[in-house]
């Protein structure tokens, strides 16, 4: 390995860290470079991790805490008798993943206001906006006064960076000033107090979500969203609940956390009203269903607080994942220049190739790390290193090196002497030693 060789990948590696961090901080999406990144943007490496290398199927993960009511097309009046049934029923928290912005001056308003003041343990579903980095509430994202006065809330906005996949919550946010509680946390608080301080003490601005238990209903029976068909939470119809109340035993619902939202318009429709991405869909890369409603996403959450069990996921420092990138560029540049001139012929598709090896390796050290270790690796900078390390060879080999050539001797020469000086003084250093 000559010298020159070993500069000339050095400074070619820099400048390619250099452009991979510029793409990697511009506002927008520019890995569309290549066809490996069309195929895995918008997706994380926790989605294979936890959609293929998790038991789904355990009978345990049946969870008989949280009980999911699908209140279909909004019937005031119909979500007021259920909540009127549950306060009857003992049940530990009941959360309403609905928004009545308006009121109508109806008899099912004055019934609603009246279900919700009488329901102590309900908590009542909103959502945020942010505009200039600050957060703020907004009418048509509330419900009314008339409805929540005197009522319990919690923001039901879950950490999506692009409104449509969900990996994250956050359990506190300062919205209008306030440090306001997301709407599941305020749920587990009205059946364990202790929740609050262990959250706090945990101190994240955002908790991974421990995602185990699938999209309950039998329209939602197949791939990618069910193909398992196992059922983790109980999912009641509100018009199969309201019709036969009296087949549910008190027991039943004894401090259970009652989630009421939007699953469907009915039980046989598969509707993509407020429905979502998660690590659990099963088609993870590519085009897919959005396979989880938001209730169902709060209700996993639940399970999480009340368990206690947080995806301890530590996400490796950035500083790392480019240092991991510079080290491929370095590698890459010399496995590229050894190809170049044996001037073969069909050079660009042994390129591709072993860039299609490295890609299954790296991917496969990164789910190997996450899965036994829970160490994320950021796959994506990782990968866009590999897709980039050959074009950016290119460029620099063709248009930067014969210029830069003067500079490499100079420093070459530079180094030599240096080398020459250290080498003189420590035989000195010797013949004083022996004299």
């Known amino acids: ?39 895995i943007k918008n997706h994380d490496i926790t989605d294979v991790a936890i959609s293929r290398f998790r038991n789904h199927k355990d009978p345990a993960l049946y969870d008989d805490r949280v009980v999911v009511i699908n209140t279909g097309i909004t019937d005031r009046s119909k ?21 009545f912005d308006t ?7 004055t019934l609603l206001a009246s279900a919700f003041k009488s329901a102590p343990n309900l908590v009542l579903g909103y959502s945020f ?7 703020y509430s907004m009418p048509d994202l509330v419900s009314d006064p008339f409805f929540c006065k005197g009522t319990s809330q919690g923001y039901v906005n879950l950490a999506t960076n692009d409104g449509f996949t969900v990996r994250a919550f956050e359990p506190f946010h300062a919205i209008n000033g306030k440090n306001e509680k997301s709407f599941a946390v305020a749920l587990v608080e009205k059946i364990d107090s202790t929740v609050e301080n262990d959250l706090m003490e945990r101190n994240h601005t955002k908790e991974w979500i421990n995602f185990r238990r699938k999209q309950p209903g039998t329209a939602n029976e197949i791939f990618p969203v069910n193909k398992d068909k196992v059922t983790q939470y109980s999912l009641i119809q509100i018009d199969q609940l309201l019709k036969d109340t009296a087949s549910y035993s008190k027991q039943f619902w004894l401090n259970k956390v009652v989630l009421l939202g939007f699953c469907g318009e009915n039980e046989k429709s598969l509707s993509m009203k407020d429905r979502y991405f998660t690590p659990l869909n099963e088609q993870y890369s590519g085009k897919s269903y959005p396979d ?58 042994l390129v591709r190739v072993i860039q299609i090896l490295q890609f299954i390796l790296l991917f496969s050290i990164c789910i190997y790390l996450l899965v036994h270790f829970n160490i994320k690796l950021g796959f994506i900078t ?27 001797n100079q420093l070459k020469e530079r180094i030599n002497h240096l080398y020459y000086v250290l080498n003189f003084r420590k035989t000195i250093q010797k013949d004083e030693e022996n004299n």
């Open 382 to 408: 990782i990968i866009t290193a590999v897709i980039l390390s050959f074009e950016l060879f290119e460029f620099y080999e063709h248009k930067l090196e014969k210029r830069i050539n003067p500079w490499v």
């Open 79 to 99: 979500v007021a008798q259920t909540i009127k049934y549950l306060g009857s029923r003992d049940v530990g928290a009941i959360g309403l993943d609905l928004v």
């Open 292 to 349: 989880m409603h938001g209730v169902v996403i709060h209700a996993n959450v639940i399970s999480m607080l009340l368990d206690r069990k947080f995806d301890m996921i530590s996400e490796v420092p950035e500083i790392w994942i480019y240092l991991f990138s510079f080290l491929i560029f370095f590698i890459n540049f010399f496995v590229f220049k050894r190809l170049l001139k044996k001037r073969l012929f069909f050079l660009v598709p």
């Open 103 to 109: 009121f109508y001056q109806h008899k099912a308003d």
């Open 129 to 135: 906006m942010e505009s200039n980095g600050k957060y």
């Open 1 to 39: 390995m000559k010298q020159t060789d070993i500069i000339h990948a050095l400074i070619s590696s820099l400048l390619s860290l250099g452009i991979l961090y510029f793409f990697h901080h511009l506002p927008f999406n520019q890995i569309f470079i290549d066809p490996f990144a069309e195929a």
